[in-house]
């Protein structure tokens, strides 16, 4: 067991996330930073490399992949401080960021729901994506999703307590509006994306299409299954009918579990695109380790 005067001192005036008083703790201590550790160097490895990579750059798909990536990398680095000192997001905060941290849902939710167009005017509108969707289009887009969300953020931190927190109830409801938008938007282009692609002959580009379909519905599935559950609590202490609460970011499930999003995403991209994996072997790991650059 760690004294409480040395957790003190070791967090610079902030204690741990657990006092190391069952083995449970520890567990718990050890799992935040492998979690982190993790999620760094797969997210990190996809930014690397498309960002290492002209050929991916070009490619509004790998536009989107980058830009999730880079978000996903900072919540690896931000579970070193959520995870292994006792902070609380929220309202009430203890020890928090000032929301930054979290705030980084708002620009995966935007970029995925930017993609999932991406996707859709890709495979059923290609003569007006080709025309509209240039790659300059494409990464305004992006970086829209870090402008909005750091204007709403920088908003919510300047005004009074009761006027942000008429904010943070507007943004749950434009939430729920968003993911009603992307479970209808999976499933339009899951049917609609079948039949326009079977009518279309054999051809690299065709594969091209089927593929980032195929990660794109994968990520926002594993998306949605890993959040609800965080979203749903929320929901349901705000409206003061139960919900559960937890001690801190370190042992909250709900929040691990959306966490856990940023090692899944990145890692779905690796699965689906065989080009990125191929890339990522010459321009990362191959560096890092000859003999899986030769396999």
């Given at each position: 067991m760690v004294p409480a005067n040395i957790t003190d001192s070791i967090s610079g005036g902030v204690p741990l996330s657990v006092d190391f008083k069952s083995p449970q703790d520890y567990v718990i201590f050890i799992l935040q930073i492998v979690f982190a550790t993790v999620t760094v160097l797969i997210a990190g490895s996809v930014v690397i490399t498309i960002l290492a990579t002209s050929a991916l750059r070009?490619?509004?798909?790998?536009?989107?992949?980058?830009?999730?990536?880079?978000?996903?990398?900072?919540?690896?680095?931000?579970?070193y401080y959520l995870g292994l000192f006792?902070?609380?997001?929220?309202?009430?905060?203890?020890?928090?960021?000032?929301n930054i941290l979290p705030s980084l849902l708002g620009v995966n939710i935007l970029t995925f729901l930017?993609?999932?167009?991406d996707r859709y005017f890709a495979v059923c509108h290609p003569f007006?994506?080709?025309?509209?969707?240039?790659?300059e289009f494409v990464i305004g887009i992006n970086i829209y999703c870090w402008v909005y969300n750091s204007a709403h953020l920088l908003a919510r931190n300047?005004?009074?307590?009761?006027?942000?927190m008429q904010m943070y109830v507007i943004s749950i409801v434009l939430f729920q509006l968003i993911l009603v938008t992307k479970v209808a938007m999976t499933i339009k282009l899951y049917v609609v994306a079948r039949v326009q692609l079977a009518r279309e002959p054999p051809s690299a580009e065709k594969e091209s299409k089927k593929e980032s379909l195929r990660i794109?519905?994968?990520v926002v599935i594993t998306f949605l299954v890993l959040?609800?559950?965080?979203?749903?609590?929320?929901?349901?202490?705000?409206?003061?009918?139960?919900?559960?609460?937890?001690?801190?970011?370190?042992t909250n499930l709900f929040a691990i579990m959306a966490r856990f999003n940023a090692v899944c995403t990145p890692s779905v991209y690796i699965w689906g695109s065989p080009t990125l994996r191929e890339a990522m072997v010459k321009t990362v790991w191959g560096r890092v380790c000859p003999r899986c650059k030769r396999r």
């Open positions: 070009l490619q509004n798909r790998f536009i989107f992949m980058l830009n999730t990536s880079i978000c996903d990398t900072l919540v690896g680095v931000s579970v006792d902070v609380q997001e929220g309202y009430p905060p203890r020890n928090g960021t000032y930017f993609a999932q167009f007006i994506y080709g025309r509209f969707a240039t790659r300047l005004l009074p307590s009761s006027k942000a794109i519905i994968f959040w609800c559950p965080s979203f749903v609590n929320i929901i349901i202490r705000f409206i003061g009918i139960g919900g559960l609460t937890f001690r801190n970011e370190a």
